[in-house]
């Protein structure tokens, strides 16, 4: 009889999905995708929210969370974005995923996120559905369809993501 741990059950498992690329590296929500709706996200008032209300338009949605670094350097080039395109009607979304609303907040005001929406998921509820591969991700959204996924945030982004919100414009 052969004896093998959970453990390396388990790795082996995981290495064998990867191999066949099915490994979490890539985002549940996937370019071509439809967009999930928000399940538990709310403004910073409080108030539930959903993304179906911004369906006619272009919306740049990212989440992040107050211990992600990148996110604190991604909210302020995302908020010089979302004040260059506010004419054109594309939609800023950060979605924040601290437990505690008020970190999250703290944040977002720190960052910088003024023309941005800034909204909460501190059960992480709508992050779950997305299962973004990294923090931040961003997707790019345009008629309810996801046409743009990108995890992480470094420099150049800002000139890739610019390309894609003018080409879904």
Known sequence: K????????SSLVVAGLMVLGLGTADAKVRKGDRAV????????????VSLKKYKKQVVVLTFGASW????GKELPAYEKLAKAY??????FIAVN?????????AF????GVDTMLDFYDPKSSTVESYDPPSM????????????????????????????VIDKNL
């Open 86 to 91: 506010k004419k054109k009607g594309v939609v």
């Open 2 to 9: 052969v004896h093998m741990s959970a453990k390396l059950v």
């Open 108 to 111: 977002m005001k720190k960052a």
């Open 37 to 48: 709706d928000f399940v538990s996200v709310t403004d910073a008032s409080g108030k539930k």
């Open 68 to 71: 992600c670094k990148p996110c």
């Open 136 to 163: 931040p991700s961003t997707f790019v959204i345009k008629k309810g369809i996801v046409k743009h996924v990108h995890a992480g945030f470094r420099g150049g982004d800002v000139d890739k993501l610019k390309q």
């Open 97 to 105: 995923i601290d437990t505690k609303v008020a970190k999250g907040k």
